[in-house]
DNA sequence: TGGTCATTATTGCGAACACAATCATCTGCA
DNA sequence: TGCAGATGATTGTGTTCGCAATAATGACCA
């Protein structure tokens, strides 16, 4: 067990340094404690944040209504794990299922008048935790520069 | 239907400019395909990100060993989110159980050998890839930026 | 037209993990 | 000393979601 404390180092990595260190542990701690409280404060309205995304995105969506293909696609979800998520909104009432009428595989996710209702409802707390917890802390210059980093990671990801 | 498409601004809510929604969008969707593309790096090591996390943490310890309750709070699991994970990790013989003598309620998980060879083995794969896919993008501003903004924001978490 | 391959959605299965209940042990105080 | 409440770990149960297999349909091309 002695070797077990000689130095790990050796080979061409170079180890991250403290700054780096600070940015990619705070960044990794906070993104978990941070979407804690984002869901927990979603909790009184009755939707995870899962389901609240389905229906953002839904009520974005031409009339209200989305292959399921392309809403597994926009909430980073496989096609099963989209089949499964619609499961619990549809039992729930908020969305129906549709089969196209252009396409007889798809079946389209269409937004209800109570899902839009539990949206309306949910959208105001949500929206005031995502400030309290996050954009409101930081000024326009940090806005700035948190966009801009994350688009550069995307970017170097796309490829 | 149609009145669904009424204005849904209303009360105090200051919805999200077109800033504050690029950098709030950006950093959750970065998020996650940042760390799918880190955990596809690890997969020819054999570990997850979740098990690299135990035996790093357990390498970072006094004697290579800590209390489940310690290192759950460090992973952000439950309690039975910590056994089940080191399950895991002692059927491959990374780690082991120890009773403490000191509290006989409180079981060691102790760093192996086999851990340790593991661990190294691991490491450096892990460190290219973060750098690779995040840290080697930014400079040493945009790192202090990146930094500063999630302690502030893990700050306010805490109160 | 007919056949091959691609696309879409779902289901069975399994992994990971949270919650609540349970049990063992420790701590502190009367 | 003895008991009440706190602490530590585990297990049963349920939820979420990915992977692989399956089935249905569409698109393309010879």
């Not at 099963?80 to 129906?96: E, I, K």
């Not at 005031?128 to 948190?146: G, K, M, T």
Request: hydrophobic fraction near 45%.
């Amino acid at each position: 067990m002695v070797r077990m404390s000689s130095n790990i180092a050796a080979a061409q990595t170079r180890f991250l340094n403290d700054l780096e260190m600070a940015a990619w542990r705070t960044f990794i701690e906070t993104h978990y404690d941070l979407m804690a409280a984002i869901e927990a404060d979603m909790a009184p309205s009755g939707l995870t944040l899962g389901d609240y995304q389905v229906l953002v995105t839904l009520s974005e969506a031409d009339e209200h209504r989305m292959r399921m293909c392309d809403l597994a696609s926009i909430l980073q979800l496989t096609p099963s794990g989209a089949t499964r998520r619609l499961d619990g909104l549809v039992r729930s009432g908020w969305v129906v299922r549709l089969n196209s009428d252009v396409d007889r595989r798809v079946m389209l996710a269409v937004l209800t008048q109570a899902g839009w209702d539990k949206l309306h409802e949910a959208l105001h707390p949500h929206v005031n935790s995502v400030r309290e917890h996050f954009i409101d802390l930081l000024d326009e210059n940090e806005l700035r520069a948190l966009a801009s980093t994350f688009a550069k990671v995307r970017e170097a990801l796309e490829r």
